[in-house]
């Protein structure tokens, strides 16, 4: 079974603070890919990153970064200088090599001006 | 390029009645997914195809609900009948697969509501 826990149900920061938002997983396959998805106010979601499970490096993508830690069996994700139009759902998802993707319950972050 | 196509956008229906969704993935994608989202239970997995062919459908709720993919351009959800509980935004996505871990393109999703 794989689960996936984003324990922040809402934030809420001030426009320019930098926000982090959590994911923890659980799975018992060794290969396995996580992700990161945004869901606008308009309803779409929207892929925004996808790494594997032998790639721990960071990545930085403009004002997002994400930091992968098998060890802690985390993969959080940080914007930095947020920005208004940054407020969304955003879901963390995890999928193993039998194709099922699971995704947390999303964390509903506010940017306010 | 398109994206994932689903029809209808809005649907508001009776209790009892039938009620299908559309889904037409990206052109050249071998998976496709069906969610459900509701505010109670977050985004199920419903359904999902490779090839055209089901893979895992332990997430559909009950025998009210089917889902069909006669081809690679096409995929039916159906509810029949429908309930007030069925009311939720369905979403279609697909991916393209090499070994099942490709990232997801959702559609805009489908609104039901049962009255």
């Known amino acids: 079974a794989q689960k996936v826990t984003q324990a922040q149900t809402e934030i809420s920061v001030v426009e320019k603070e930098d926000v982090t938002l959590d994911c923890v997983y659980e799975?018992?396959?060794?290969?396995?890919?996580l992700f990161w998805y945004k869901q606008p106010p308009s309803g779409e979601l929207v892929f925004l990153i996808r790494?594997?499970?032998?790639?721990?490096q960071n990545e930085i993508s403009g004002r997002y970064s994400w930091n992968f830690q098998k060890s802690t069996s985390s993969f959080n994700f940080t914007i930095t200088a947020s920005q208004v139009v940054d407020s969304a759902v955003y879901f963390c998802?995890?999928?193993?090599?039998?194709?099922?993707?699971?995704f947390g319950d999303g964390t509903t972050l506010t940017v306010k001006p | 390029d398109a994206g994932v196509i689903q029809s209808p956008r809005h649907e508001v229906t009776e209790m009892g009645q039938e009620v299908t969704l559309r889904c037409k993935p990206i052109?050249?994608?071998?998976?496709l997914f069906w969610y459900r989202q509701t505010m109670m239970r977050g985004l199920e997995l419903l359904i999902y195809?490779?090839?055209?062919?089901?893979?895992?459908d332990s997430g559909m709720p009950e025998d009210r609900f089917s889902a069909k993919m006669p081809n690679a351009s096409f995929s039916t959800l159906k509810i029949q009948p429908s309930e007030p509980r069925d009311s939720a935004v369905y979403f279609c996505?697909?991916?393209?697969?090499?070994?099942?871990?490709?990232?997801?393109?959702f559609g805009e999703g489908s609104r039901l509501t049962v009255l």
């Open positions: 052109s050249g994608h071998n998976s």
């Open positions: 998802a995890l999928r193993t090599n039998a194709g099922k993707s699971t």
């Open positions: 195809f490779n090839n055209n062919v089901p893979i895992d």
């Open positions: 799975t018992r396959d060794t290969t396995y890919y």
């Open positions: 996505a697909s991916s393209q697969d090499r070994d099942l871990t490709g990232e997801l393109f």
């Open positions: 790494r594997n499970s032998f790639d721990e």
